[in-house]
């Protein structure tokens, strides 16, 4: 039996994306904290403290707008959920930045003022860990990641798919912020973690622990990127866009699609607590609303808004929602949802590639030829067609390889 060739693995960014991510690393790591922190505050260059945590959050969510995509756009798996493993995160990093607080609180306790107020003598046994930074990294990682592969495998191995997965991992996620709501779980309530003093024994309303916060937000951003172009480009991620294009084949040709369904799934989960994790420390607070379905439908928007199965496309889709919802809630507060769903609706009817899809489309149209007299082969394809393909469309599946 002869092999299936596959193609070449091309290089992880092209020449202009290289150009491109080098400019927006300088920007996180070395133009926005001199426009924060040298330029005086009067100048027209200054970048006010405000900007600073409004992109900070931004990158965050754009984070989450990424991890989507890779479960989304790339595997075909719709979530409804992530916005849970966003606050599972966001909850790990503020279970230790309550106990930072130490005896500062308006109780002067040792243990947080939620705690004394219900007449709590000691900390919960989930809390045992929270005084510890290196064990609060791991847990920022595992517990959305562990959630992740357990309803994961269950749901996968029951081949749950479609608009049904959906409907599950929204149900998920609403019954996680009943759950928290309720006192006795020892998670502050309805109004969650605040007041938070300091992070590794460094204030943390310092303008300059907030400068770096947000240039960690960045690079965490910018190598998340990196990870998943490596990732698509692989084997693995050739797979996994076959799975979403014909799951069915995929089986046939010998591959368990569950392990690598799982795999993406618990990847992209962890990515997003990582995201709350350093949401947490820029906004000052994490309650339960952070695990409303609403949340978890907004990072559908964002990647659909960018366009799904580009990568960078989410992220401009997250800036340029979460950008729009800042100034039209201040602005003109009563029509935000209105404009969010007419957005979401124009872009399923009008935009289904969204705006990096456009963009394409575009930039092929400028590339055909400008008369029509060139002779066109029936069997010749033009080259904008190929570069509006789908990826998996242009990629065999190998038949040797893994198998389950």
Excluded at 76 to 100: E, N
Aim: glycine letters at 10%; one cysteine or more; hydrophobic letters at 50%.
């Amino acid at each position: 039996m002869s092999r299936v060739a596959l193609p070449s693995k091309g290089p992880l960014l092209s020449g202009k994306g290289w150009t491109a991510f080098f400019a927006a690393l300088i920007a996180v790591c070395a133009l926005a904290p001199v426009l924060n922190l040298l330029v005086p505050p009067g100048s027209a260059l200054h970048m006010s403290d405000y900007a600073v945590a409004l992109v900070g959050k931004i990158m965050c969510y754009a984070i989450c707008a990424l991890a989507m995509d890779l479960i989304w756009g790339y595997t075909g798996i719709l979530s409804l959920g992530h916005g849970l493993f966003f606050a599972l995160g966001g909850y790990m990093m503020g279970m230790y930045l309550m106990r930072q607080i130490g005896r500062d609180g308006n109780y002067k306790s040792e243990l947080p003022d939620f705690m004394v107020f219900l007449d709590w003598k000691t900390l919960p046994w989930h809390w045992t860990f929270s005084d510890s930074f290196i064990a609060t990294l791991l847990l920022i990682v595992a517990v959305p990641g562990l959630i992740a592969f357990v309803f994961g495998f269950f749901a996968f191995r029951s081949r749950i798919k479609g608009v049904y997965f959906s409907i599950i991992t929204q149900a998920m996620t609403f019954a996680a912020m009943l759950l928290f709501f309720r006192n006795e779980t020892g998670f502050g309530g309805n109004n969650g973690f605040t007041d938070f003093k300091r992070i590794l024994g460094t204030p943390i309303a310092t303008q300059e622990m907030r400068m770096t916060l947000f240039a960690l937000t960045g690079l965490a951003l910018l190598g998340f990127f990196l990870f998943a172009r490596w990732l698509i480009g692989s084997k693995f991620g050739r797979v996994l866009q076959a799975i979403r294009d014909a799951e069915s084949r995929v089986m046939f040709s010998g591959y368990n699609p569950l392990p690598y369904k799982l795999t993406i799934w618990v990847l992209s989960a962890t990515m997003c607590g990582v995201a709350g994790a350093l949401y947490v420390p820029q906004v000052g607070i994490i309650n339960p609303g952070e695990m409303s379905p609403a949340n978890s439908i907004e990072i559908a928007v964002w990647a659909a808004v960018g366009g799904r199965a580009t990568l960078a496309g989410p992220i401009l889709g997250a800036f340029i929602v979460n950008g729009a919802k800042s100034w039209l809630t201040v602005a003109y507060p009563e029509y935000w949802l209105y404009f969010l769903g007419a957005l979401f609706i124009a872009v399923t009817l009008f935009l289904p590639d969204g705006i990096v899809g456009l963009a394409r489309k575009w930039a092929s149209r400028e590339k055909k030829p400008a008369s029509g007299n060139e002779p066109h082969h029936p069997a010749h394809r033009p080259a904008a067609a190929e570069q509006d393909a789908e990826p998996s469309a242009m990629v065999p599946l190998s038949t040797e390889g893994a198998r389950a």
